[in-house]
T-cell receptor, first 112, second 116 residues
Framework: QKEVEQNSGPLSVPEGAIASLNCTYS??????FFWYRQYSGKSPELIMF????GDKEDGRFTAQLNKASQYVSLLIRDSQPSDSATYLC????????????FGRGTSLIVHP | GAVVSQHPSWVICKSGTSVKIECRSL??????MFWYRQFPKQSLMLMAT?????????EQGVEKDKFLINHASLTLSTLTVTSAHPEDSSFYIC????????????FGSGTRLTVV
C-alpha cells in the first residue's frame, strides 16, 4: 500500500522564521510531488510541484526532493501569519494511474 | 491555470432528502474527476473516481447507492448524496486534472454539507 507520511504538528514558528515541512513516501517509483496549502474550511490550493531531485524555488517557497531517501520537503522563508494553514503533501504513484496519495497534512502556525 | 468550479459552496438539508453537488472544469476537459470527503481536522478521503461516460469507481467502504456519481460530459461531474443523514455532514471536494498540464490536480472550492 502506497503511503505518504507527514507529521501532523502543529509546527509553530515565529514570524520571519523559516518553516520546514517534511514528507516521506513509500512508493519508490513515485514521479510527481505536490504541496498544497489548505486554510480551515477551504479546499486545498497548489503551492508547488517538483519532479526532479534537488531544489525548486518559487518566491518564499522552496521544494526539495530526494528520491533516494524518498523524502520531499517544503521550506517557507520569512514566514507570515497568513501562512498559518495545513500543508498537504501529495504524491503521484508510478505506473501512470494519476491518482494522488495525500498525506494527512501538517498544521503550521506562524505567530507574530 | 486550470479552474474547477464547484457548487453549491454550502447546503443545509433535512434528514432523508437528497443533495446534488456539481463540479465543472471551466477551461479544460476532464475525463477523470475525483470526489473527496473531509471531516474536521482530518485528511482528505478519496471517495470515488468519476470517469466520463462510464461508471464511477468507488473506494472501499463508500456506498455507491448512497453517493451517486454522474459524469455525463467532459466538463461536468455530479455527486448526489441520497437519503442524507447527519453523519453525512462533511466537506465534499472535487478535483480534476488537466491533461498535459504539469500542475497536477485542481480542486473545486468545496461544499459544506450540513444535514439536520
Amino acid at each position: 500500500q502506497k503511503e505518504v507520511e507527514q507529521n501532523s504538528g502543529p509546527l509553530s514558528v515565529p514570524e520571519g522564521a523559516i518553516a520546514s515541512l517534511n514528507c516521506t513516501y513509500s512508493d519508490r517509483g513515485s514521479q510527481s510531488f505536490f504541496w498544497y496549502r489548505q486554510y480551515s474550511g477551504k479546499s486545498p490550493e497548489l503551492i508547488m510541484f517538483i519532479y526532479s531531485n534537488g531544489d525548486k524555488e518559487d518566491g518564499r517557497f522552496t521544494a526539495q526532493l530526494n528520491k533516494a531517501s524518498q523524502y520531499v520537503s517544503l521550506l517557507i522563508r520569512d514566514s507570515q501569519p497568513s501562512d498559518s494553514a495545513t500543508y498537504l503533501c501529495a504524491v503521484y504513484a508510478s505506473g501512470g494511474s494519476y491518482i494522488p496519495t495525500f498525506g494527512r497534512g501538517t498544521s503550521l502556525i506562524v505567530h507574530p | 491555470g486550470a479552474v474547477v468550479s464547484q457548487h453549491p459552496s454550502w447546503v443545509i438539508c433535512k434528514s432523508g432528502t437528497s443533495v446534488k453537488i456539481e463540479c465543472r472544469s471551466l477551461d479544460f476537459q476532464a475525463t477523470t474527476m475525483f470526489w473527496y470527503r473531509q471531516f474536521p481536522k482530518q485528511s482528505l478521503m478519496l471517495m470515488a473516481t468519476s470517469n466520463e461516460g462510464s461508471k464511477a469507481t468507488y473506494e472501499q467502504g463508500v456506498e455507491k447507492d448512497k453517493f451517486l456519481i454522474n459524469h455525463a460530459s467532459l466538463t461536468l461531474s455530479t455527486l448526489t448524496v441520497t437519503s442524507a443523514h447527519p453523519e453525512d455532514s462533511s466537506f465534499y471536494i472535487c478535483s480534476a486534472r488537466a491533461q498535459n498540464r504539469e500542475e497536477g490536480y485542481t480542486f473545486g472550492s468545496g461544499t459544506r454539507l450540513t444535514v439536520v
